[in-house]
């Protein structure tokens, strides 16, 4: 499967953004569908994850409570609703799909296929 991210830009603290990655070339519904993220420097982060059927969502500690995870079948596409925005959320955003779960999936191995990353800048 192909992934294709986008929705990245410059937001202020405060702010919201979402994202969006369309998947191709795949069986969509047999994957489930995560966000990673790596700003400058650190370490690659878990962000969150959602399951095949769209039953079940985990989230990373930073961002709880504040960025949603969504798919839509229909259009192939998983979506992450980010709000209230932090200056430290500044990183590349990627898009990852993994056949399976996707409890297995926080842990950013044996993942099928990765986008290519979206940039998200929040500014204080």
């Known amino acids: 499967v192909q992934l294709q991210a986008s929705g990245g830009g410059l937001v202020q603290a405060g702010g919201s953004l979402r994202l969006s990655c369309s998947a191709s070339?795949?069986?969509?519904?047999?994957?489930?569908m995560g966000w990673f993220r790596q700003a400058p420097g650190k370490e690659r982060e878990f962000v969150a994850a959602?399951?095949?059927?769209?039953?079940?969502?985990y989230y990373g500690d930073s961002v709880k409570g504040r960025f949603t995870i969504a798919r839509e079948s229909a259009k192939n596409t998983v979506f992450l609703q980010m709000n209230r925005l932090k200056p430290e959320d500044t990183a590349v955003y990627y898009c990852?799909?993994?056949?399976?779960?996707?409890?297995?999936?926080?842990?950013?191995?044996?993942?099928?296929?990765w986008g290519q990353g979206t940039l998200v800048t929040v500014s204080s």
């Open positions: 070339g795949g069986p969509f519904s047999m994957y489930a």
């Open positions: 959602i399951g095949r059927d769209n039953s079940i969502t």
């Open positions: 990852t799909a993994k056949g399976g779960s996707a409890l297995t999936l926080r842990d950013g191995k044996l993942i099928d296929s």
